[in-house]
C-alpha cells in the first residue's frame, strides 16, 4: 500500500458487530463508520485500546497499514469496552448467572449444615 495518499471510505471484508444495549446489535461495515463508532465514544470512557484503534483508523485511510490491523484494533478496543457482539441474549445471560449465583449461595448454605 502507498503512504501518503488519503483513501476514502473503505469496505471492511467481515463487518464488526458490536452490542449497543438490550440485545441489540450494530454492524460496522467500513472504515468511516469505526471512526465514527469511535468519534461517538464518551471521553470519560477513552483508554488505551481506543487511541490506539482511533490511530489505526487514521492510518488505514492514509494507507500506512492494512485495513485489517486498523479491524483488529478495533476488535481489541470493543472486547476491552465489554460492547464485543457475542450473539447471547443478555437477558437471557443475566437470567443464567443469577441461577447460578442462587445454586452456589444454596450449596455454601447446605455445606455449613453438614455434620461432620
Known amino acids: 500500500m502507498r503512504s501518503g495518499s488519503i483513501r476514502s471510505d473503505i469496505e471492511l471484508r ?10 441489540f446489535k450494530r454492524e460496522i461495515t467500513s472504515l468511516t463508520a469505526m471512526q465514527n463508532f469511535l468519534k461517538e465514544w464518551p ?3 477513552r483508554d488505551e485500546s481506543y487511541v490506539t484503534a482511533l490511530r489505526s483508523c487514521e ?5 500506512e497499514i492494512e485495513l485489517d490491523k486498523a479491524r483488529q ?10 460492547i ?16 447460578r449465583r442462587s445454586r452456589a449461595r444454596e450449596n455454601r448454605a447446605q455445606n455449613r449444615h453438614v455434620p461432620g
Open 43 to 45: 471521553p470519560a470512557a
Open 73 to 82: 484494533a478495533f476488535l481489541i478496543f470493543a472486547k476491552k469496552a465489554g
Open 14 to 23: 467481515a463487518p464488526v458487530a458490536i452490542a449497543v444495549g438490550a440485545g
Open 59 to 63: 492510518a488505514a485511510r492514509a494507507g
Open 84 to 99: 464485543e457482539w457475542t450473539g447471547a441474549d443478555p437477558v437471557v445471560v443475566l437470567r443464567e448467572a443469577k441461577i
